[in-house]
């Protein structure tokens, strides 16, 4: 399992992945198929991907390269969420436009060359805007899809003070 040192706590996680687009012929050729796929996660919403238009896929479905990306983001966001939280900072709105640059190798291959978030985060009145955009720093070492990433990751974010919304069904 990898050299996590002996304090490690090891959490298991299995994904069943099913190819779904077998049209009569298999792979008999690179137009005869299609690049549709199931995930399967027990207990969990399947989850219907394809490979990227540019590859033959369904535009309309999810591609390994954009779960890649939102796996990144929600990982930074998450960790982020319980920095401020445990430091008294409270995220009232939270959002990130995340990108990536798939650099491919003439001939086949290729990797991210690059992914960039942006987050643009809302904090109540009075929290410590600094603290708050500090802690991007401090979420980005502490991500675990970041940490199993070889391609650098970049972040760009904001942080403004919000208005505080009125209780909801109109007040006194």
Same mark, same amino acid.
Not at 36 to 47: D, F, T
């Given at each position: 399992?990898?050299? +996590?040192? !002996? @304090?490690?706590?090891?959490?298991?996680?299995?994904?069943?992945?099913?190819? %779904?687009?077998?049209?009569? %012929?298999?792979?008999?050729?690179?137009? &005869?198929?299609?690049? /549709?796929?199931?995930?399967?996660?027990?207990?969990?919403?399947?989850?219907?991907?394809? !490979?990227? *238009? #540019?590859?033959?896929?369904?535009?309309?479905?999810?591609?390994?390269?954009?779960?890649?990306?939102?796996?990144?983001?929600?990982?930074?966001? +998450? &960790?982020?969420?319980?920095?401020?939280? *445990?430091?008294?900072?409270?995220?009232?709105?939270?959002?990130?436009?995340? %990108?990536?640059?798939?650099?491919?190798?003439?001939?086949?291959?290729?990797?991210? $060359?690059?992914?960039?978030?942006?987050? &643009?985060? @809302?904090?109540?009145? /009075?929290?410590?805007? =600094?603290? #708050?955009? !500090?802690?991007?720093?401090? #979420?980005?070492?502490?991500?675990?899809? !970041?940490?199993?990433?070889?391609?650098?990751?970049?972040?760009? =974010? %904001?942080?403004?003070?919000?208005?505080? #919304?009125?209780?909801?069904?109109?007040? $006194?």
């Amino acid at each position: 399992m990898g050299d +996590l040192g !002996a @304090t490690a706590i090891a959490h298991r996680y299995v994904a069943r992945l099913v190819w %779904t687009g077998n049209l009569g %012929t298999g792979t008999s050729d690179y137009t &005869s198929y299609d690049r /549709g796929y199931r995930v399967i996660v027990e207990g969990k919403p399947e989850l219907v991907g394809s !490979a990227h *238009r #540019a590859y033959r896929g369904d535009p309309a479905r999810h591609d390994p390269e954009d779960l890649f990306l939102a796996a990144i983001s929600a990982c930074h966001m +998450l &960790s982020y969420l319980s920095l401020c939280a *445990r430091r008294g900072i409270r995220v009232l709105s939270y959002e990130d436009e995340a %990108t990536g640059m798939l650099a491919v190798m003439p001939g086949g291959g290729g990797r991210f $060359a690059e992914v960039m978030l942006r987050p &643009s985060v @809302t904090v109540a009145p /009075g929290a410590d805007e =600094a603290l #708050a955009l !500090a802690l991007h720093d401090v #979420a980005h070492d502490r991500c675990f899809i !970041a940490n199993s990433c070889s391609v650098p990751i970049r972040h760009e =974010a %904001t942080v403004r003070i919000g208005e505080e #919304a009125a209780p909801a069904g109109g007040g $006194a």
